[in-house]
């Protein structure tokens, strides 16, 4: 497999230059990607509850039953 790189550019004179990227910076990349991964994760599970409780308390609401606090509260905001 070939090694990542990264393309620099210099500004000054327009020579680009194709440099393989380090260990260390390949590790660091690898981190970035599992720490976006488990934001992701945890925005959509956030979204979820959040539609699952405007859902319940809508549905609430039609049958005439009384809502938790979460509830009223999200659907006040």
């Known amino acids: ?13 327009g ?3 194709v440099i393989e990227l380090t260990d ?4 660091q990349m690898e981190v970035d990607r599992a720490n976006a991964e488990a934001d992701r994760a945890t ?5 979820k ?3 699952d409780l405007k859902k319940s308390a809508r549905a ?4 005439g039953t009384k809502l938790t ?5 999200v659907l006040v905001v």
Request: net charge negative; charged share 30%.
């Open 1 to 13: 497999m070939d090694r990542p790189t990264r393309v620099e550019v210099n500004c000054t004179t």
């Open 15 to 17: 020579v680009q230059s």
């Open 24 to 27: 260390a910076e390949i590790a």
């Open 43 to 47: 925005r959509e599970a956030e979204a």
């Open 49 to 51: 509850a959040l539609a």
């Open 60 to 63: 609430k609401l039609v049958a």
């Open 69 to 73: 606090e979460q509830e009223a509260a």
